[in-house]
């Protein structure tokens, strides 16, 4: 069983062992295998699955953000399928290997891109998601009736149930014998609204680690792991601390015509206001001299909310991404702020009902990666990113 928990910082971990209410977990950080990886970036949902399922860095599936700007049309995009995604992935190698594969996520944008490649009515194998339940077929699916099968309606998209479906669908599977590898990935809505420690936070750990010890006492190996991390984003006031950076960009160098673009958008945006931690900026009226470049990006990391600003060459080696898809300036945020585009283009109402909680930057890289058992034989001491996982949970060493 291979577990991606949406937004899983170490935060989350460390105090849902000094409460008490993951005996599970605690119990892969003292007799398993534990430590602290690093997400690929930018962190967040989309990149950081694909690296997973693939282990590699996003620069070889091309996929870096959930939402984009396509330069050759000027189009702006929302990733929904895996039209972008490169390359083949770990599940669709072990599937045509005739491995039983099942593959679940909360999120049914996410399961159409991480299908890439499966076919599971023809290879015996799983892929489905808890968001859309009602919607699925033997066919494209590999079952139907999810709900009469599991016992259980198709959760509300806002809500920590629809995590804990994908868990509840992925036991049963094993419990009945239909698969032998298994992708779980769930949905980061607790993360963003509650910090750890938060009754509502506690309960969905809790609920969490009881059924990590119900994959065990199935005899399951366990892996689990994060696509990337969560921060605080408000200020004093509980108000967002955000810079938007399009409106920047725009009143300094208006004859740049900058075109801000936030990759952590999607259709889950109640969860953070398309608000995050790293944003793109390409240039649609005139592309900027080197100098020019180098006295934006001094500018922008003058401003208190910005840890790091950079070209999009730069970017794309420093953080292996793909080159040809990455913007002409990259924009990442300190741990306690965020970024945007314009202002009149996040509806912050969203938020009233919590602190800003979002990701996407290099603070929110670090997240858990765990084993149920030991490894076995050298293992590398560190290094370790989250799209380890696999080599991880087969003790590829």
Not at 227 to 245: C, I, Q, R, T, Y
Request: charged residues 25%; aromatic residues 8%.
């Amino acid at each position: 069983m291979v577990i991606c928990v949406d937004g899983f910082d170490p935060t989350y971990l460390r105090a849902g062992i000094e409460d008490g209410i993951t005996p599970t977990l605690a119990s892969f950080v003292h007799h398993g295998f534990h430590t602290t990886a690093k997400s690929a970036m930018p962190s967040l949902t989309n990149p950081n699955n694909l690296s997973i399922i693939t282990g590699m860095a996003t620069s070889y599936h091309g996929v870096g953000g959930n939402y984009y700007l396509d330069t050759a049309t000027g189009e702006e995009h929302m990733i929904t399928d895996a039209g972008l995604v490169r390359g083949e992935t770990v599940l669709a190698k072990l599937a045509g290997a005739g491995v039983r594969v099942a593959a679940i996520t909360a999120k049914d944008k996410l399961r159409r891109i991480l299908c890439h490649g499966l076919r599971p009515a023809e290879q015996g194998g799983f892929c489905f998601s808890a968001q859309n339940v009602r919607g699925t077929t033997v066919q494209e699916h590999g079952i139907e009736d999810v709900e009469g099968w599991l016992g259980q309606k198709q959760p509300e998209q806002y809500s920590a149930q629809l995590s804990l479906f994908v868990l509840d669908a992925g036991l049963k599977l094993l419990e009945q014998g239909r698969a032998e590898f298994f992708y779980l990935t769930l949905s980061d809505y607790v993360q963003h609204k509650y910090a750890p420690g938060e009754p509502e936070a506690n309960s969905f750990m809790r609920e969490l680690d009881k059924r990590l010890a119900a994959f065990m006492r199935l005899g399951a190996v366990v892996a689990i792991t994060g696509d990337h991390g969560m921060s605080d984003k408000a200020n004093e006031k509980g108000e967002p601390n955000v810079l938007f950076v399009e409106d920047v960009l725009n009143e300094r160098w208006p004859h740049l015509g900058a075109r801000v673009i936030c990759p952590i958008a999607d259709p889950f945006v109640k969860h953070h206001g398309a608000l995050g931690g790293f944003v793109r900026a390409h240039f649609l009226k005139q592309r900027p001299s080197d100098e020019e470049v180098k006295t934006i990006v001094g500018y922008l990391e003058s401003l208190p909310q910005v840890q790091m600003a950079l070209s999009g060459k730069d970017a794309a080696e420093l953080f292996q991404t793909p080159p040809d898809r990455e913007g002409d300036l990259v924009v990442i945020s300190e741990k306690g702020s965020a970024v945007g585009a314009r202002a009149d283009e996040h509806d912050l109402t969203l938020l009233s009902d919590h602190r800003l909680r979002s990701h996407g930057g290099l603070s929110e890289q670090d997240v858990p990666l765990l084993r149920s058992e030991p490894l076995i034989g050298p293992a590398k001491k560190d290094g370790w990113r989250n799209f380890d996982t696999f080599d991880v949970a087969l003790n590829y060493w």
